[in-house]
Structures are given as C-alpha cells and as structure tokens.
C-alpha cells in the first residue's frame, strides 16, 4: 500500500531551526508537497521537490532524496507564526496526492 | 476577493438530513477536488472534476454526490447523513490535473452530524 509517514508532533524554541522528517513509499513518484495549516484554517502551497536535493526559499527549505524515499522541511529562525501543522504529500504515478497526517510544530518563546 | 470559496463554513444537522456544500473558485483552473479531513487530520480526496468531467473517485460512499454545473463551481451534496460523516470538507482547485499539484484549497467546511 502507499504510505506516508511523518511524526505527529514536535515543539521548538523561537529562533531556533527545526526539521519536519517525511518518509514515503508509493507506487510511482511525481513530486513532493509541503504545506503549512494553521489549526481551523486551509493547507496552504510551501515547496514542491520534483529532483534530489535542497530547495530553498526563504526561511524554509525543502530536501528530497528519491532512492531513500524521504524528505525534510527546514525552518530556521523560528517565529510565533511558525506554529501549524505542516503536511507532507507525494504525487504518484497516477497523480493523485498521497498526504501524510501532519505534523504539529510548538513553538515556545 | 477569495479565490476558493466554500459555504457554508459550520454546518450542524441531525443524522438522516441532506445537506450541500458549495465551492466557487474565480482562478480560471480546470481541476476541482473535494477533500475530507477527518480527526486524525488525514487529508482524504474524494472526488475531483476536470471540466465537469470525474475524473477521481476513490471509495466514497454513494450518498456523496458532486456536482458540477461549470467548471469554477464544484458542490458537494450529501444525503442520509451519518455520524461518521462529522469532518471538515476542503474544496481545492488546480490549473491542470497533473500538473505541479500545487493546490489552492478553500477555508473548509465543518459539518457536525448529531
């Protein structure tokens, strides 16, 4: 079956740098997805990964390596804002979005 | 103006009811979805439409029924509600099926089935 898997939680100090962890096994690979969603509201766009390697933008950076089924999301000087949960989905080889339950990021002061 | 927009976005009713969800997107893309996330906060997808046509529809039950009179409206309409069916209800749109899988996804709809 496909399978994603992320760890539900993790809590970080502001200013510091945390990464989100995201493992996959799927039939087929067309991308991985980070979203960001703040609780009550919608998931909203932060990186697609399509090739190995980082991808930065910003404060946050998206890695993916394709032979080890895994991936990561950097946050560095964490903010208050920060706190949501940050959802990791890969396209298969159908192009259907396989998500991840989402990990939820505590940022204390 | 809102670029997905669903409605309505807190929904209470009694088991057995019929009840509909609408989304309107104003992006001028081809592809719309229905997506269902439960308590675990798993992201379902349930249908999606490309140019009013369905072209995704995943184990969904048959009380589910999308529909779609023009490609920037996508409703949800449910009959028979069951307690199971409590959720919030993501309407998403893309330029293409396919496509990068960048979604822009409405507000949400919380429906509450007592």
């Known amino acids: 079956g496909q399978n994603i898997d992320q760890p539900t939680e993790m809590t970080a100090t502001e200013g510091a740098i945390v990464q989100i962890n995201c493992t996959y096994q799927?039939?087929?690979?067309?991308?991985l997805f980070w979203y960001q969603q703040h609780a009550g509201e919608a998931p909203t766009f932060l990186s697609y990964?399509?090739l190995d390697g980082l991808e930065e933008k910003g404060r946050f950076s998206s890695f993916l390596s394709r032979s080890k089924g895994y991936s990561y999301l950097l946050l560095k000087e964490l903010q208050m804002k920060d706190s949501a949960s940050y959802l990791c989905?890969?396209?298969?080889?159908?192009?259907?979005?396989?998500w991840g339950a989402g990990t939820k990021l505590i940022i204390k002061p | 103006d809102t670029a997905v927009s669903q409605t309505p976005k807190y929904l209470v009713t009694q088991m057995g009811n019929d009840k509909s969800i609408k989304c309107e997107q104003n992006?001028?893309?081809?592809?719309m979805y229905w997506y269902k996330q439960d308590s675990k906060k798993f992201l379902k997808i349930m249908f999606s439409?490309?140019?009013?046509?369905?072209?995704i529809n995943e184990t969904v039950p048959n009380r589910f029924s999308p529909k779609s009179p023009d490609k920037a409206h996508l409703n949800l309409h449910i009959n028979s509600l069951e307690l199971g069916d409590s959720a919030v209800y993501f309407c998403?749109?893309?330029?293409?099926?396919?496509?990068?899988?960048?979604?822009?996804f409405g507000e949400g709809s919380r429906l509450t089935v007592l």
């Open positions: 799927t039939s087929g690979f067309n991308g």
């Open positions: 439409y490309n140019n009013k046509e369905l072209i």
């Open positions: 990964n399509v």
């Open positions: 998403a749109s893309s330029p293409r099926e396919g496509d990068t899988g960048e979604l822009f």
């Open positions: 989905a890969v396209m298969d080889s159908n192009y259907q979005l396989i």
């Open positions: 992006l001028g893309h081809d592809t």
